[in-house]
């Protein structure tokens, strides 16, 4: 695997055409601070290809540079597999090479996942630059297919190197970047509920979308951790036992209760259920190809 192959070069449309004008278009929506919502809403009169096509392409340039950030943590030795947490791995299938779906380390994953989207979107007959030449058949699966796994880079960066994030002050960038792709995602059913139930189950979801309720139970006023024999964490109504040592384990790990999202309750939460995802609950679903 070719490390430097992290950063690579920027698909772009033609100047002039219309998806360079779909793709200026919605960057200067978002430059002048509308509501992401708003932002990612098909215009009046767009096909809906071509709206698709520009997100897709622009998802793939920043969600591959966002991993480059954190790339240096991110090692086979760190990440032996491609996972989010305990609950989720992530095996890697693309019909040529991996004719089954096959475990690798999460570098190796996300390696292969750029150099397969690279390919597709560079593809002429899949994603024309030239609007005379009609978008195939198949190529709403074929973007549906591309978000869900760039989606799983989000899963497995926020719950594994969210702390890496914050070092670096790339965080509020992560979470801009993470609201944008999912309320696109969600506005055109583009990745299905299955796969988002990864990130929901955080609550990194609620917490950035918080107008996006995944539990029906009120927030509390406060959440409080006490330590000891028989201690316990509440979030969204539900109690979980933690022993002594998964208590000094959180300690140690010093967590900022007020970097990831200060003005809103989840924040705690957030921070605990990534914790204990990462380290603490041992059960393994399989999850995707």
Request: aromatic share 14%; net charge positive; charged share 20%.
């Amino acid at each position: 695997m070719n490390k430097d192959k992290t950063f690579r070069p920027k698909k772009k449309f033609p100047i002039g055409t219309l998806r360079y004008n779909l793709h200026k278009q919605a960057q200067a929506t978002l430059h002048s601070g509308l509501d992401l919502k708003a932002a990612v809403r098909l215009p009046p009169n767009e096909n809906f290809e071509d709206w698709l096509a520009v997100h897709t392409v622009d998802f793939f340039n920043r969600i591959n540079l966002l991993y480059g950030i954190i790339s240096d943590v991110c090692t086979a030795k760190s990440c032996p597999t491609m996972s989010g947490g305990a609950r989720y791995e992530y095996l890697w299938q693309d019909g040529v090479s991996y004719k089954k779906p096959t475990r690798l380390s999460a570098p190796e994953y996300i390696f292969l996942l750029m150099d397969w989207i690279e390919i597709r979107i560079n593809n002429e007959t899949i994603f024309p630059s030239n609007t005379e030449i009609p978008f195939p058949r198949d190529f709403r699966q074929t973007c549906k297919k591309i978000l869900t796994r760039l989606f799983r880079v989000f899963v497995h960066v926020y719950i594994h190197h969210f702390d890496r994030l914050s070092q670096l002050g790339a965080e509020p960038h992560a979470n801009t970047l993470y609201k944008h792709f999912y309320y696109f995602i969600t506005e055109h059913q583009m990745v299905s509920s299955r796969e988002l139930d990864a990130l929901a189950r955080y609550e990194v979801t609620n917490c950035l979308t918080p107008d996006r309720k995944v539990f029906d139970t009120p927030p509390p006023k406060s959440v409080k951790v006490v330590c000891g024999a028989q201690s316990r964490f509440q979030t969204a109504g539900i109690w979980f036992k933690l022993s002594e040592d998964a208590c000094a384990r959180i300690q140690n790990t010093g967590i900022n209760l007020g970097v990831y999202c200060p003005q809103y309750y989840y924040v705690l939460m957030l921070h605990l259920a990534i914790f204990l995802g990462r380290h603490l609950f041992s059960c393994s679903v399989p999850h995707g190809k």
